[in-house]
């Protein structure tokens, strides 16, 4: 898989969003920010449901969509 997102950097994409990255794992997510950071200005963002400090080294930036869900149904309530 790590040649396959150096083959797109090279390409010309500047990043990836994850939508499975909780699916995904740590260790591998690492090693996927790892080779993607190889091509300058890459950037990994993940969609992560649960907390997510736990999240920020092996990705580049986090969606918190538990945050997201509080923050919308707080607005729902207004």
């Known amino acids: 898989m790590i040649p396959v997102i150096q083959g797109y950097l090279r390409d010309g994409a500047d990043g990836w969003r994850l939508d499975v990255a909780f699916d995904i794992g740590f260790r591998y997510l690492g090693e996927l920010t ?28 986090v969606m918190n969509m538990t945050a997201r869900e509080i923050i919308s149904r707080c607005a729902a309530a207004m």
């Open 34 to 61: 790892q080779a993607a950071h190889r091509a300058t200005g890459s950037l990994v963002i993940g969609e992560i449901w649960n907390y997510p400090e736990q999240w920020s080294p092996a990705l580049d930036a």
